[in-house]
Antibody, heavy 115, light 109 residues
Framework: EVQLVESGGVVVQPGGSLRLSCAAS????????MHWVRQAPGKGLEWVSL????????YYADSVKGRFTISRDNSKNSLYLQMNSLRAEDTALYYC????????WGQGTLVTVSS | EIVLTQSPGTLSLSPGERATLSCRAS???????LAWYQQKPGQAPRLLIY???SRATGIPDRFSGSGSGTDFTLTISRLEPEDFAVYYC??????????FGPGTKVDIK
C-alpha cells in the first residue's frame, strides 16, 4: 500500500525557515519523480516543486523560486522541502505526491507563517 | 504553462440528480493526462479519474470522465449525499508545472 507521510509543519515568523519531510513507502521510491503541492486555507491546490527520480533536476513555481529547495534521499525513501524567507502567503497545508496522477494523498503538514 | 478553467464555480443540485462538471485547458493536454479529484472539508483530495476517463480503484461507477484535447468533463450520474464536495481537475502531461483548475463546488440545493 502506497503511503506518504508529511511532517515538519509548525508556526514560524515571517522571514523564518523550515524544513518539511515526506516519508514514502509501498512503492519503489527511486522510480518516481516527486512533487510538493500546497493548499492555503480555504483556497485551491497549487503546485510548488518537482524533483526528478535521481535528484538531478528540480523545478519550482514562480511564487517560491529562489526561496524553497526540494531534495530527496533515495536511501531513506524521503523527500524534503527547505523553505527560507517565509512569507504570510506561504501559509498552507503542504502535501507530497509521486509523479503522474496523485494517488494517494497524505494528510499534509500545516505551515503557518505569522508573527 | 497550461491554465485550467473549471465551470461552473458552484453547482447546486439535489441528491439523485446528474452533475456535469467542465474543465477546459488553455492548450491541448497531451495524451489525455487529465485527472479529477474530490475534496471534502478537512480532508485531503481523493483521486477519482486519471487519464481523462479511467476510474481510480474503489471509485463508484456513477463517476465517469470524458474528453480530450482541451475539453474535459466529469459526470456524476446520480448524486449521493456523500458526493457533495469540491472537485478539481489537474493536468500532468505538460510538467512542470503540473496545474490544477480552481475547483467546482457541488452543494445541496
Amino acid at each position: 500500500e502506497v503511503q506518504l507521510v508529511e511532517s515538519g509543519g509548525v508556526v514560524v515568523q515571517p522571514g523564518g525557515s523550515l524544513r518539511l519531510s515526506c516519508a514514502a513507502s509501498g512503492f519503489t521510491f527511486d522510480d518516481y519523480a516527486m512533487h510538493w503541492v500546497r493548499q492555503a486555507p480555504g483556497k485551491g491546490l497549487e503546485w510548488v516543486s518537482l524533483i526528478s527520480w535521481d535528484g538531478g533536476s528540480t523545478y519550482y513555481a514562480d511564487s517560491v523560486k529562489g526561496r524553497f529547495t526540494i531534495s530527496r534521499d533515495n536511501s531513506k525513501n524521503s523527500l524534503y522541502l527547505q523553505m527560507n524567507s517565509l512569507r504570510a502567503e506561504d501559509t498552507a497545508l503542504y502535501y507530497c505526491a509521486k509523479d503522474g496522477w496523485f494517488d494517494p494523498w497524505g494528510q499534509g503538514t500545516l505551515v503557518t507563517v505569522s508573527s | 504553462e497550461i491554465v485550467l478553467t473549471q465551470s461552473p464555480g458552484t453547482l447546486s443540485l439535489s441528491p439523485g440528480e446528474r452533475a456535469t462538471l467542465s474543465c477546459r485547458a488553455s492548450q491541448s493536454v497531451s495524451s489525455s493526462y487529465l485527472a479529477w479529484y474530490q475534496q471534502k472539508p478537512g480532508q485531503a483530495p481523493r483521486l477519482l479519474i486519471y487519464g481523462a476517463s479511467s476510474r481510480a480503484t474503489g471509485i463508484p461507477d456513477r463517476f465517469s470522465g470524458s474528453g480530450s484535447g482541451t475539453d474535459f468533463t466529469l459526470t456524476i450520474s446520480r448524486l449521493e449525499p456523500e458526493d457533495f464536495a469540491v472537485y478539481y481537475c489537474q493536468q500532468y502531461g505538460s510538467s512542470p508545472p503540473i496545474t490544477f483548475g480552481p475547483g467546482t463546488k457541488v452543494d445541496i440545493k
